[in-house]
């Protein structure tokens, strides 16, 4: 089964940066997309951004376009997740998660179209 584990998290003060990384483990990903989400507390999952693994889409939530990018390292089975300009609001807990394959819907926007999900990094961002 895959498996993905995030790091890179930590405290920042804003308008400061950070990289995030995400470990996919077990047999190399073929699936089709990986993606970032985070949750604050209260409030439901947050899509931020996500990749195809083949690197031909990219999609960016409208509240970080400009300020975080995603790229992804195929011989390292790992994606990242660059945190720019950041500010209070990016304070969550950000998880990387995984598609297996386009839904349904053709959709890699929201949670319910991945499969398999880490345990999540904190990022908290002070003012």
């Known amino acids: 089964q895959v498996q993905l584990v995030e790091s890179g998290g930590g405290l920042v003060q804003a308008g400061g940066s950070l990289r995030l990384s995400c470990a996919i483990s077990?047999?190399?990903?073929?699936?089709?997309?990986v993606g970032w989400f985070r949750q604050a507390p209260g409030k439901e999952r947050e899509f931020v951004t996500t990749?195809?693994?083949?690197?031909?889409?990219?999609y960016r939530a409208h509240s970080v376009k400009g300020r975080f990018c995603i790229s992804r390292d195929i011989s390292k089975n790992t994606v990242y997740l660059q945190m720019n300009r950041l500010k209070p609001e990016d304070t969550a807990l950000y998880y990387c998660?995984?598609?297996?394959?386009?839904?349904?819907?053709?959709?890699?926007?929201?949670?319910?179209?991945?499969?398999?999900w880490g345990p999540g990094t904190q990022v908290t961002v002070s003012s």
């Open positions: 998660a995984a598609a297996a394959a386009l839904d349904s819907y053709g959709s890699i926007r929201v949670a319910n179209a991945y499969d398999y």
């Open positions: 077990g047999p190399p990903f073929s699936g089709y997309a």
């Open positions: 990749t195809t693994w083949s690197g031909d889409t990219i």
